[in-house]
């Protein structure tokens, strides 16, 4: 019989030292995990470390019509947080001012000389900006920037002479963005996204473990997109620009995404080996998406080397097709462009799919 007390009980932090080593030894001996483990982080250093927090500009819409030489013209120029653009015609311009699109205009015209010395006579500049009401935040910063532009100018002149650059103002009314039109349209494609990689993925994964083929049906979309959609509108007044016809378009819009989405789950667990490689590899389909998708950060912060393929991808594509119809207020024709691009999304990942799948 053996005596109990001679029997020594593991101090616990033995216990835990041991289940440390043999965690560390089960995450060693699987290389897919062990390799997505060690990526990650780096991927999330790289995309904060390259988001331009402190460099971003302000797009300063410059009218046809107006001066692009003299002096107003060149010290705007030479400011680091405006970016001129003069590629925009007065249609695209007013239609931006009024959806909050275009933040300011600027029309900059020569008037008349004026002697500001004994002998010496300088050209008279007015400067009009436009203003839209739907975006009131950057048009503040942007009127600042200008303004201080233009006193700069005047200063620069002598104290007794006359002002050289007269600057007027204006207001487009139109309608307001908030800041849950940028926030929800980016987070029902996340859902969207999510429900379909975690939730497809992990049941395939299962299927194939025990060798059954069942259903793969994520959570009904409809009625997820539906919730989404009426929490935003009743608790913080999202804009529905037509009303039901933007939410049935919306719901249009979330099958086609659904159905892309879809594709990337069954490509994870075509990929994955076993359910802990699978966490990894969905994270690397959804995380540089969920960032680079202009859900939480514009993509304007982003390098302009980066900017192209953020616009393409599958959930950058989505956002921007809800924000169009629910903002905007287009009809979803309006939105093929997205739509193709993600069904280019889907037939691609659909044939990889088809190749690498097995249900063993």
Do not use: C
Request: no cysteine; proline share 5%.
């Amino acid at each position: 019989m053996v005596n109990k007390k001679t029997i020594k009980k593991p101090r616990q932090f033995v216990a835990f030292l041991a289940m440390t080593k043999a965690s560390v030894l089960m995450s060693l001996r699987n290389p897919t995990s062990l390799f997505f483990n060690f990526l990650f982080p780096f991927i999330f250093i790289t995309i904060f470390g390259l988001l331009n927090w402190e460099n971003a500009k302000f797009d300063l819409v410059v009218k046809p019509n107006s001066m692009k030489t003299g002096i107003v013209y060149e010290a705007l120029q030479k400011v680091d947080a405006l970016n001129l653009v003069t590629d925009k015609s007065e249609e695209q311009i007013l239609d931006g001012l009024k959806k909050g699109q275009v933040p300011v205009t600027l029309d900059v015209q020569e008037t008349g000389t004026v002697d500001v010395a004994p002998g010496v006579t300088m050209p008279v500049y007015d400067v009009h900006l436009d203003s839209s009401a739907g975006a009131p935040q950057a048009a503040g910063s942007i009127t600042s920037i200008v303004n201080a532009v233009v006193g700069q100018i005047n200063a620069s002149v002598s104290q007794n002479a006359p002002k050289i650059v007269n600057e007027t103002q204006s207001v487009v009314e139109g309608r307001k963005y908030q800041q849950i039109d940028f926030i929800l349209p980016g987070q029902l494609a996340f859902a969207l996204l999510s429900n379909a990689l975690f939730g497809i993925s992990f049941t395939i994964m299962m299927y194939k473990k025990n060798l059954i083929l069942k259903r793969y049906f994520a959570t009904p979309v409809i009625l997820q997109s539906t919730i989404i959609i009426a929490a935003g509108y009743f608790l913080f007044h999202f804009t529905l620009a037509n009303g039901w016809i933007t939410v049935l378009s919306m719901l249009v819009l979330s099958l086609v995404g659904i159905l892309v989405f879809l594709a990337f789950g069954l490509l994870a667990s075509s990929i994955a080996k076993n359910e802990d490689s699978l966490t990894p590899i969905t994270q690397l389909f959804m995380m540089p998406q969920l960032f680079l998708s202009g859900a939480f950060f514009p993509i304007e912060n982003f390098p302009k080397i980066i900017q192209p393929i953020a616009h393409v991808l599958p959930m950058t594509l989505l956002n921007e097709a809800f924000k169009k119809v629910a903002f905007e207020g287009v009809a979803l024709s309006t939105t093929l462009p997205q739509i193709g691009g993600l069904l280019a999304w889907g037939v691609g990942i659909y044939i990889l799919v088809l190749i690498l799948f097995k249900w063993e």
